[in-house]
């Protein structure tokens, strides 16, 4: 049974950072592609940033580049998504899954950028 447990997010002034954690099981992670979306309140879920299987970053929304960096650790069957210069428009409820995705979602872990 897949299962994707994300953790890592809460309330963070503008400005700050954090880090999100993926922790996966049930399938092979380390051949599939990952991904981190994010759903803001009232909105469409998007396609935050992707990674390979072997580590190669294969995209960032154009909203995130350069204060986002995405990793993975095969080890751990875990993906990080490291949040730097956090806007109050990135404020959402962030997923991980394959990219596309494929599996059931998880939870996901809320993401409030307000002073």
């Known amino acids: 049974q897949v299962q994707l447990v994300e953790s890592g997010g809460g309330l963070v002034q503008p400005g700050g950072s954090l880090r999100l954690s993926c922790a996966t099981s049930?399938?092979?992670?380390?051949?599939?592609?990952m991904g981190w979306f994010r759903q803001p309140p009232g909105k469409e879920r998007e396609l935050v940033a992707a990674i390979t299987g072997f580590g190669a970053v294969l995209n960032y929304a154009d909203s995130v580049k350069g204060r986002f960096t995405i990793s993975r650790d095969n080890g751990k069957n875990t993906v990080y998504l490291q949040m730097n210069s956090l806007k109050s428009e990135d404020t959402a409820v962030y997923y991980c899954?394959?990219?596309?995705?494929?599996?059931?979602w998880g939870r996901g872990t809320q993401v409030t950028v307000s002073s």
């Open positions: 899954n394959e990219a596309p995705p494929v599996f059931s």
């Open positions: 049930g399938f092979t992670f380390g051949t599939r592609v």
